[in-house]
């Protein structure tokens, strides 16, 4: 459902200049049956699940829905939910950054290697990409008997929702920001090394400041998919309630005991997440296009 | 500061890009390396700055080994072709860079910094600039901004990669008169790269002619122009005409005619190389070719022909003064006062 809404802008956007384009040129019959297809495919397929998700969360009173979300269960799922998406973003920061790196500034072998790995968490179904952990960790698991043997558990607790996470979403920062650095080429940092300024010095100063905003953007996509990942988390889960339940596990959870509202409350929590994701993505697009230079007169 | 490149070799893949380069920069000069793209002199550039490095061969700067030390400390003053400069810094924060990042220890002060950023952007006269950020600036502007970051390190050794390639041919031709100006000024030891003939000739003390990872020729830009070292040059450098000739036994044949004239040492199958203006238009029978006038266009002081040889009809341009008018359908002949003859066909 999140991935729904967070798509929507591109199709709003894209509908409208349809539509600016025929009224010069279009019979208005012709005009009037395409917005009329776009505005009734938008109504049916992004506005009116979105407004029946809080209404459905909002049936039985604001302080029916204040209970469900204060109930201990959704409050620990809200907990591990973000824990979970502070960890795995972070670490993504760090390697989307650094793999991003590789590839746009320097020559080496097997980087188409490189960037079609990248691109795997996005080629994989969610639940292969959790199967896989359990293969890895699973009692039965390439890593299983060890990790027993030594009292770490992996599978079906915190460290293997995170790791899943983790795993599905690395694309997002990579894949924003190799094409802005390949565009943005390395002539800059060759500049500030030249000029005597060490590597580190170079990427603070020269760099970062150049992707802040498609870093940003990366994050900020990542951080979306992170909090509502539904596939890859419930194999490694495990449905432990209080424990191992992410939000979008215990929004699915709660449905099939028919505790609609309580479901539709957390899944409310995740579209308003969705929500303002959007307006934060539509603020930093126009940043972005502001920051790059133009390259001659 | 001397610069000496020593059978420098530069292998991208299949490609070479260098192949056995020498070179010896004298103190305080301002060289050209000029030709063609894929010729190499960018590679050759990169790696004396340390931006790049050679698979084989030495750089020394003042007889002292470069290639043991990085781009950073080689203090070279590199300006690249599109500028390249910090976009999310002003102008004076672009300038003051080089500065900025100097060890603690030898760091100039904040006050110190500012009377040298104002020094520099006075130099290329654009103190009014400072608060700018680069996307505000025009071409030329930003190439003078890259230019005084450069030398805000006061470099041993300047280095330009094309740096005027993106510039439209107006803004060129002053900026050129103004490199020249600022190096006497400064006499600081400098290359610069341009595929720009005209440019290099204008510009520099001595040209480097290069070729596929070759220099062809290394001479002043009278030189390269009048005595061209190869074929390569002579073609490269200036208009020419080029007809293909045999020698044999010390006399020049085109096609079966032949042409009395000295082979210049060339035998076997070669070309004849002679400058637009350097062919002397004469009656028919008093010349070594002949031919018939097409088509005449004047340009000023002189006027252009194009000439059909007899024999094959091959159309050559040639330049004459107008104080003999040529019309078309004349017969004449052609004489060519200056010429070279190099071996080979390719």
């Known amino acids: ?77 809200i907990w591990l939910t973000l824990i979970t998406a502070v960890i795995s973003v972070s670490l993504n920061l760090v390697f989307g950054v650094a793999a991003a790196w590789a590839v746009a500034k320097f020559e080496f072998r097997g980087k188409t290697l490189l960037v079609t790995l990248i691109d795997l968490p996005f080629s994989v179904s969610p639940v292969i990409s959790g199967l896989v952990f359990v293969l890895l960790f699973g009692a039965q698991g390439f890593f299983g008997p060890w990790l027993m043997s030594h009292g770490i558990n992996i599978l079906f607790a915190v460290p293997a929702i995170v790791l899943a996470t983790t795993f599905v979403t690395f694309p997002f920062v990579a894949r924003e920001l190799i094409p802005l650095m390949q565009e943005q080429g390395s002539q800059e940092e060759e500049a500030a090394i030249s000029l005597g300024a060490s590597g580190w010095r170079t990427f603070v100063v020269v760099t970062l400041p150049n992707i802040k905003w498609g870093l940003l953007y990366g994050v900020l996509l990542c951080n979306a998919r992170a909090m509502g990942e539904f596939g890859a988390v419930s194999v490694v889960s495990g449905h432990i309630r209080g424990e191992t339940n992410t939000m979008p596990l215990l ?25 303002l994701t959007l307006i934060a993505k539509t603020i930093l697009e126009g940043q972005i296009e502001e920051g790059q230079l133009p390259r001659d007169d | 500061m001397t610069i000496e490149v020593r059978n420098i070799v530069k292998q991208y893949g299949a490609f070479k890009a260098l192949d056995n380069v020498d070179l010896r920069v004298a103190d305080g000069e301002l060289l050209a390396l000029l030709g063609p793209s894929g010729s190499g002199k960018t590679s050759l550039l990169r790696i004396i700055a340390g931006l790049d490095w050679p698979d084989a061969g030495e750089v020394s700067f003042d007889g002292e080994n470069a290639l043991a030390r990085g781009a950073g400390e080689r203090h070279v003053g590199f300006v690249f072709q599109h500028y390249a400069l910090f976009r999310h810094m002003s102008v004076f924060e672009n300038v003051a860079f080089g500065l900025r990042v100097q060890p603690r220890a030898v760091r100039k002060s904040e006050a110190q910094i500012r009377a040298r950023v104002k020094e520099l952007l006075d130099l290329v006269q654009l103190d009014w600039l400072a608060n700018r950020y680069p996307s505000q600036l025009s071409g030329g502007q930003r190439q003078r ?84 070292a190869t074929a390569f040059v002579h073609s490269f450098i200036g208009e020419s005409i080029v007809l293909p000739v045999d020698v044999s036994g010390g006399q020049v044949k085109l096609g079966h005619r032949p042409l009395n004239i000295d082979a210049g040492g060339a035998v076997g199958p070669s070309k004849l190389f002679v400058r637009r203006h350097d062919m002397q238009i004469g009656p028919v029978g008093e010349g070594a070719l002949e031919g018939t006038v097409r088509r005449v266009r004047t340009f000023g002081p002189i006027q252009r022909a194009d000439i059909a040889l007899s024999g094959d009809d091959t159309l050559v341009e040639i330049d004459a003064p107008r104080d003999r008018p040529l019309t078309a359908g004349d017969a004449i002949s052609l004489q060519p006062r200056r010429y070279r003859i190099f071996a080979g066909q390719e």
């Open chain 1, 1 to 77: 459902m999140t991935i729904t809404i967070i798509n929507s802008p591109v199709t709003v956007e894209r509908a409208q200049s349809v539509a600016r384009q025929d009224l010069h040129t279009e019979p208005w019959l012709v005009r009037g049956i395409i917005i009329g297809v776009a505005v009734m495919f938008l109504t049916v397929f992004v506005v009116l699940p979105l407004i029946l998700v809080f209404s459905e969360a909002l049936s039985k009173g604001v302080g029916f829905y204040l209970a469900a979300l204060a109930d201990s269960e959704a409050l620990s799922a």
């Open chain 1, 251 to 275: 929004v699915e959870i709660l449905y099939n005991e028919y505790q609609l509202v309580a479901s539709f409350a957390i899944a409310s929590l995740l579209a308003l997440l969705a929500l």
């Open chain 2, 145 to 228: 901004i890259a230019l005084a970051r450069a030398l805000a390190i006061e470099p041993r050794i300047l280095l330009l990669d094309e740096p005027f390639g993106a510039l439209d041919a107006k803004v060129r031709k002053e900026l050129r008169q103004w490199l020249r100006t600022l190096h006497e000024e400064i006499h600081v030891t400098s290359i610069f790269v341009t595929h720009d003939q005209e440019e290099a000739l204008e510009v520099a003390n001595r040209v480097v002619v290069m070729d596929k990872g070759k220099i062809e020729q290394i001479g002043t830009p009278g030189d390269v122009y009048d005595n061209p």
